[in-house]
């Protein structure tokens, strides 16, 4: 818990996130806390692209608080996210609007954004992250959006600083530009699996498909 606060205190959202997603690994399971703690860590990053990133980090809040009150009500049934799944399909509460199947694939397409967005700028730091944030948006959440959410994204591009200014507030302290690409292209290779996993998840009971409500 120490090193996590120092990890933190030092300003490296995606260091922590490797730990937390190594813990993923090690359990072999889709953990519901570290996979909690990971998009938390997630959100903090967002946090540093700015107001543009208003929509989509209300959105990944609010579905992680749905996740915490559920597992929070009993850990020990709570403990896997696939459980989790299989339970609400059981109960056929899985497609509700405020399902927290529904909460876990948005959180997943989320992650499924900022991978994207990241692997995009450790292969080209020089190439603006306005246009990265297009790409990596037209690739995971446009197919999953309503025209209304789509239009406040093309609104919020205008927004999102340039990539010298984004690089500058993800380096940790006394951090240099090929450690934090070493640790970026680290989150990414840790987060790719377990993505996958949880797609497995959600195509099996056939909600990999749902679009915004």
Same mark, same amino acid.
Request: proline share 3%; glycine share 2%.
């Given at each position: ?9 030092k300003?490296s ?16 399971l ?8 990971v ?14 990133m ?9 579905n ?20 989790l ?13 405020l399902?927290c ?6 959180l997943?397409?989320? %992650? +499924?954004?900022?991978?994207?967005? #990241?692997?995009?700028?450790?292969? =080209?730091p020089?190439? *603006?992250?306005?246009?990265g944030?297009?790409i ?10 309503g025209w ?28 240099e ?7 970026i ?9 377990? %993505? +996958?996993?949880?797609?497995?998840? #959600?195509?099996?009971f056939?909600? =990999?498909?749902?679009? *915004?409500?």
């Open positions: 818990m120490k090193k996590n606060l120092l990890l933190m205190e300003g959202e995606i260091r922590s996130a490797i730990q937390e997603l190594s813990l993923l690994k090690a359990e072999g889709i953990s519901t806390k570290p996979f909690l703690n998009c938390n860590m997630v959100l903090q990053v967002l946090d540093k692209i700015g107001p543009t208003a929509v989509l980090r209300q959105d990944v809040y609010q992680i608080q749905r996740l915490e009150e559920l597992y929070q009500m009993d850990p020990s049934i709570y403990a896997n996210l696939a459980d799944v299989k339970k609400e399909v059981e109960e056929e509460s899985a497609k509700k609007a399902s199947t529904r909460a876990l694939l948005w997943t397409r989320s %992650l +499924d954004f900022t991978v994207a967005l #990241l692997d995009k700028i450790a292969q =080209d020089s190439q *603006s992250l306005a246009k944030v297009e990596s948006y037209d690739n995971t959440l446009k197919p999953w959006h209304i959410s789509s239009a406040a994204y093309k609104v919020a591009l205008k927004l999102v600083p340039d990539n010298k200014a984004f690089i500058g507030i993800l380096l940790a302290e006394e951090e530009w090929n450690m934090l690409k070493e640790e292209q680290t989150l990414v290779s840790l987060l790719l699996p377990l %993505l +996958d996993e949880i797609h497995k998840v #959600l195509e099996a056939r909600l =990999d498909r749902l679009k *915004s409500t």
